[in-house]
């Protein structure tokens, strides 16, 4: 990469006629131009030159907005790439943070990066015809949604925090009594309706027999360091419409169920007791 390093009038020059980064311009002085970058009026990066005025080898960031430069980037070696780091901390004083080659190498990776992103927006408006900025809203509309979800996993209680856990985990696992036996298998369908938590399975299934003969059930799952217990009574609903939730919540389902097959089987649990523990908190209790 070729790094052509820039006169201080030169870069008041062409600051001066472009009318975007004019509207950034705060002060222009012999040794230094400052910038607003945010646009609140006050400089927030700034460009030195060296002490006769000609070459850019300073460049300072005001990172608190207060006014002061904290961050400053020095090009000591003078070949164009800031080589050493400095901070100034509360009491006004500058301390050496890093300098040498490795700066230089990272400033250089840096500006490589920014070029291929700028090679690779070039590409995506010509082969798809979008831009950086379509990217971003696209990625920002996706974390505004990410946001939404945790948000509600936050607030969620009594049943909902539950359902949470159990749609999070993926996996929980199920026990059923068989006879004077405990069986225990891996489950994955739940589903929340109308304040209600329902499970999936198919008549065929020893697990369904063993609900019909005796509906006691208890299921574990564990997740980021917590884990949950619940108890109670599984109860077959036969509601067409619950199965159809189900299967559109679960559309991998839908490879071997259907609603009208006569095998799927929702059971809603019932008279349930559900218990999160943790290592370090106390157990809480949601009944429902
Ligand atoms: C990750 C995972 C999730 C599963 N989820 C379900 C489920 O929600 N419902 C179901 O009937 N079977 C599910 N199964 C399959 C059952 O675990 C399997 O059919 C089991 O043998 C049923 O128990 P049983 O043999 O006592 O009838 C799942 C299996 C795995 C590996």
């Given at each position: 990469?070729?790094?052509?390093?820039?006169?201080?009038g030169e870069a008041k020059k062409r600051i001066?006629?472009?009318?975007?980064?004019?509207?950034?311009?705060?002060?222009?002085?012999?040794?230094?131009?400052?910038?607003?970058?945010?646009?609140?009026?006050?400089?927030?990066?700034?460009?030195?030159?060296?002490?006769?005025?000609?070459?850019?080898?300073?460049?300072?960031?005001?990172?608190?907005?207060?006014?002061?430069?904290?961050?400053?980037?020095?090009?000591?070696?003078?070949?164009?790439?800031?080589?050493?780091?400095?901070?100034?901390?509360?009491?006004?004083?500058?301390?050496?943070?890093?300098?040498?080659?490795?700066?230089?190498?990272?400033?250089?990776?840096?500006?490589?990066?920014?070029?291929?992103?700028?090679?690779?927006?070039?590409?995506?408006?010509?082969?798809?015809?979008?831009?950086?900025?379509?990217?971003?809203?696209?990625?920002?509309?996706?974390?505004?949604?990410?946001?939404?979800?945790?948000?509600?996993?936050?607030?969620?209680?009594?049943?909902?925090?539950?359902?949470?856990?159990?749609?999070?985990?993926?996996?929980?696992?199920?026990?059923?009594?068989?006879?004077?036996?405990?069986?225990?298998?891996?489950?994955?369908?739940?589903?929340?309706?109308?304040?209600?938590?329902?499970?999936?399975?198919?008549?065929?299934?020893?697990?369904?027999?063993?609900?019909?003969?005796?509906?006691?059930?208890?299921?574990?799952?564990?997740?980021?360091g917590s884990w949950l217990r619940i108890s109670?009574?599984?109860?077959?609903?036969?509601?067409?419409?619950?199965?159809?939730?189900?299967l559109e919540k679960m559309p991998s389902l839908?490879?071997?169920?259907?609603?009208?097959?006569?095998?799927?089987?929702?059971?809603?649990?019932?008279?349930?007791?559900?218990?999160?523990?943790?290592?370090?908190?106390?157990?809480?209790?949601?009944?429902?």
């Amino acid at each position: 990469m070729e790094i052509r390093r820039i006169s201080i009038g030169e870069a008041k020059k062409r600051i001066k006629n472009d009318p975007e980064l004019s509207k950034m311009l705060v002060k222009s002085g012999w040794r230094e131009i400052a910038l607003d970058l945010d646009g609140d009026g006050k400089a927030d990066v700034a460009f030195s030159s060296d002490s006769m005025g000609r070459k850019i080898d300073t460049i300072a960031f005001d990172l608190s907005g207060n006014g002061g430069y904290n961050l400053y980037l020095h090009d000591m070696d003078g070949n164009g790439i800031p080589d050493t780091v400095c901070l100034i901390d509360d009491n006004y004083e500058e301390k050496v943070i890093a300098f040498g080659g490795e700066v230089e190498l990272g400033f250089i990776n840096l500006g490589v990066k920014v070029a291929n992103l700028l090679v690779a927006e070039e590409h995506l408006n010509k082969e798809l015809g979008i831009s950086i900025a379509d990217l971003a809203a696209y990625f920002n509309l996706h974390a505004q949604a990410v946001l939404h979800e945790l948000e509600k996993r936050e607030n969620a209680t009594g049943i909902e925090r539950v359902y949470y856990f159990l749609n999070d985990v993926q996996t929980y696992y199920l026990a059923t009594v068989d006879g004077d036996k405990p069986r225990v298998r891996p489950f994955g369908t739940i589903l929340l309706d109308d304040g209600k938590l329902y499970i999936q399975t198919g008549k065929v299934k020893d697990v369904s027999k063993q609900i019909a003969a005796n509906p006691n059930f208890e299921i574990c799952a564990f997740m980021d360091g917590s884990w949950l217990r619940i108890s109670g009574k599984l109860v077959e609903d036969d509601n067409r419409e619950l199965k159809v939730k189900m299967l559109e919540k679960m559309p991998s389902l839908k490879a071997m169920y259907s609603a009208d097959d006569d095998n799927t089987q929702i059971l809603a649990l019932t008279e349930a007791k559900a218990t999160f523990y943790s290592f370090t908190g106390e157990p809480e209790v949601i009944e429902f």
